[in-house]
């Protein structure tokens, strides 16, 4: 089976899926001839042409709104973010329109629109260029959200958020796009949204998280189990909404010790939502409190490389709470 | 076909269509003079009038094609929606909150319209959200060669908002078949357009690149005209068109607004003496189309159907509460 970077199969997705479908279409700030800024939409243009890779005016709010017009009539737009920090702009697009649009109207409307941001730091981008806005947009009924860890995942949640009834918020990692290369088989194939993964297997303790911080997760489980003996179970969430209650309660009970992980800050994050979930229904399988390993709660991470390393997540501070938790 | 000089005609609207549009104008009045009785008896929460504006709503419609284009309306249109199609009935089952409302079941406040069958577009209340749906859908259109146009009207206080000029601007780019239409009825809620602009709504449409137009909202047969060739202009691929209505707001914001908090009767009663509803009267009466028996009769039908429709509605069933938690996603795998 191939191996491809992240990068790319989120773009084989789209090529494939506009292949197949020629109702579904890309918008967003330089995604035509350009490509995009990271190069995500590469191509397209030059294969589908300019209305089906669609350069837009720089106004993220417009862009959402106007995919979500299209995806009214039936099209299945993909709305770019250029930086997930930038798509505030269109939250209430997305929060008040798309989430409402199929429950306001009593099923009589749909919004089968696909949002995509690039999320995380580590690029040296600064307040504005490094957030992972999730916790803002979870909780909202009506939206779906995605945040693959791998090129398979990335592929196969895209295809399949394009090619579900309702909008569908796909955070990709920006720092996974090239340093992330997994097999990818050439063959059509979907990740179905909701479904958790186990990356690993493990009876000491239970890792819970999604996106770019997994990556740490297991290579510091690698290190535990060669020096310490410690096995660490770890899952994917990969999609934030609908959590996978199943996986998560399966996950956390075959240890009783969960760590979850994001680089989301730790407040309000997906992380809380997860830990009240085991915390209702298996509270007296746990051996150990429920940790949280996040990032800091100030508003985003400083450009300055102390600053920005201190922030974001690694192995070793994934290493110290796991062999601390395994211990405890 | 008679040969006398006449206005409609010159706009090529047979003596039928302009009746059928005067007879439309006195129904959306008539229910929405209903809707504020409601309200104050006590048998709904909540009504939202669009008093004097229904002329300009009713001429909008007439001037659209109900079969290939797409309605955006916001939330005082009752003129626009009962021209594309939507009936008393469906308009009383919304302001009751009843499952059978086909805008919502019941869900949404009145005023926020929205009908797949009717091609009207489904709402929401932070305005000028429409305005990038419009452009959306007419986006989709251009896409596909279809030959559908949409037409979406807002507020003067709407045309503050970011979504506004978003929207504007990306169909100029683009040159989409759309018609942006403004209701500058001259408030938003309490603040008069002299603190919402200090410039002309329609004069926006030059940084746009496409026509503006500012017309007489009191002069129907004139906004059936400025959007029909806007119509025809958006069908040729020649993009979009920016109208700006001028029209008044007789009525509170609201059933929950005292509007002499902010303004005097004696402003309220200049501008509702320029009633274009009157106006067309005297004009199709005038023509010999028009008499004060067809008005008994007229006004006789549209009681009846009101009072059915009320009738109707006040009987209606509530969406379950079981039923009131559907919907928020796809329930069918692959549906829409």
Redesign the interface.
Known sequence: MPIIEYIDAIRLAMKEEMERDPEV?VLGEDVGLKGGVFGTTKGLQQQFGE??ALD??L?E??I????????????K?IAEMQYSDFMF?AT??II??AA???????????C?VVIRAPIGGGVFGGLYHSQCPESVFFGT??L?IVAPATAYDAKGLLKAAI?D??PVLFFENKKCYRLVSDEVPDEDYIVPIGQSRVMREGSDLTVIGYSLPLHFAMQAAEELAREEGVEAHIIDLRTLQPLDRDGILAAAAKTGKVIIVHEDNKTGGVGAEVAAMIAEELLYELDAPIRRVCGPDVPAMPINPPGEKHFLLNKEKLKAAMLEMARY | MSNRDSRHEALGLTDAQVVAMYEMMQLARRYDERGQLLQRAGKINFHISGITQEPSQVAMAFAMNTETDWFLPYYRDYGLVLSVGMTVKELMLSVFAKEEDPNSAGRQMPGHFGCRRLRIVTGSSPVTTQVPHAVGLALAAKMRGEPSVSIVSFGDGSSNQGDFHEGCNFAGVQKLPVIFVCQNNGYAISVPFSKQSAGRIADRAIGYGFPGFRVDGNDPLEVYRVVKEARERAVAGEGPTLIEIMTYRVTAHSTSDNDLAYRTKDEVDHHRAKDAIPMLRDYLTGLGLWSDDREDELKQRQRAIIDEGQAYAEKASFQSPEDSVRYVYAEEEGGR
């Not at chain 1, 959402?64 to 099209?75: D, K």
């Not at chain 1, 409402?100 to 749909?110: A, C, E, L, Q, T």
């Open positions: 279409f209305s089906r837009t005016p106004a709010s417009a959402a709104g106007v995919a979500i017009g299209a995806a009214m009539a039936g099209m737009p702009p209430n697009q008040s329109e409402k649009i199929r429950y306001r109207s009593n099923n009589d409307w749909s089968p009924p009506g779906k090619r009834p309702d």
